[in-house]
């Protein structure tokens, strides 16, 4: 019973411990990002100023435009758009950061479905 009483007692403590969250670190410079494509693992890389982001990808690269919301959320939306899928605009949330690493989500401006991902700062 003693033990039962002291995990009740603990439990709020260690639910709301936060996990670090330190987005200004990743809001410049040289990212890549891992994913699955069908069966392949992908890997994108990006290089992002603070309005700015380039991705390279299957050796071609895109530019999109980056708006700030706070510290750690942004829009990213394709400059010169292919086609209209490419001309929405997306949502990304810093979730947590470690190290090199920051996990986010991200979803279409408007949608309420929302994707995860892990990003790795390599410069």
Request: aromatic fraction near 14%; charged fraction near 25%; proline fraction near 2%.
């Amino acid at each position: 019973m003693y033990k039962f009483l002291v995990f009740i007692l603990f439990l709020p403590l260690i639910a709301c411990q936060q996990k670090e969250k330190n987005c200004q670190n990743f809001k410049t410079g040289t990212f890549t990002f891992e994913a699955l494509v069908g069966t392949e693992l992908e890997t994108t890389t990006f290089f992002r100023n603070d309005s700015i982001e380039i991705d390279y990808f299957r050796g071609k690269s895109d530019t999109s435009s980056i708006r700030w919301i706070n510290e750690c959320e942004y829009i990213v939306k394709k400059l010169n758009p292919k086609n209209m899928a490419e001309e929405k605009a997306v949502h990304i949330r810093i979730l947590n950061s470690n190290n090199n690493q920051y996990t986010f989500d991200y979803a279409i401006v408007g949608q309420t479905t929302r994707k995860k991902g892990t990003a790795t700062k390599v410069k």
